[in-house]
């Protein structure tokens, strides 16, 4: 059985307006921006053109400041800050299993689908990981084909193939696997 120390996924309450703040930080991948409020994370993505806010920024978004520099400095492999973001039971299903993904591997979206017990989902495991908008910590960029390529990753595959071989060169010394 596999365990993470990342915290569950909370679906975020649709009905309450929570004033977000909203951070962008410079990676070797390009800006990365931060969404979130006071009790979680809810969106980490490469999408440029947000506007950002210049209030004092919660704890909880200067915690994944933190630990995405650290993740990229090469020094951390498991997130620990508080993230949320709406979806379906089945989507909150597969944005939990990737959260069991191991640092530095990989599995087929055919091995996703089977790992939710439902092997005839892999289209819609497929689209629920297109979907996932904490990129990096719901580690969706892990899932690979099941012939071994690169495919599908919203930051683009330049980002993916980037993300995967830094997990590997940081966890096993690897430079380059694709």
């Avoid at 996924?9 to 969404?35: F, K, N, Q, R, W």
Wanted: overall charge neutral.
């Amino acid at each position: 059985m596999i365990t993470s120390h990342i915290p569950p996924i909370m679906p975020s309450d649709a009905g309450i307006e929570i004033p977000s703040h909203i951070h962008t930080i410079t990676t070797p991948v390009g800006p990365l921006t931060i969404i979130g409020d006071a009790q979680a994370v809810n969106t980490l993505t490469f999408k440029e053109g947000i506007a950002i806010t210049h209030d004092p920024l919660p704890d909880t978004m200067l915690q994944c400041i933190e630990e995405l520099a650290a993740y990229f400095g090469g020094s951390l492999q498991q997130f620990t800050f508080p993230i949320a973001q709406p979806g379906t039971a089945f989507q909150q299903t597969v944005w939990q299993q990737l959260t069991m993904i191991p640092y530095g591997q990989t599995i087929s979206y055919m091995q996703l689908a089977k790992r939710i017990n439902n092997p005839k989902s892999i289209r819609a495991v497929g689209t629920t990981n297109g979907k996932n908008r904490i990129a990096i910590v719901v580690p969706c960029h892990r899932v690979i084909g099941s012939d071994g390529s690169l495919t599908g990753y919203a930051g683009g595959i330049w980002r993916k193939k980037w993300l995967l071989e830094h997990e590997m060169k940081q966890k096993f010394g690897s430079l380059e696997l694709f």
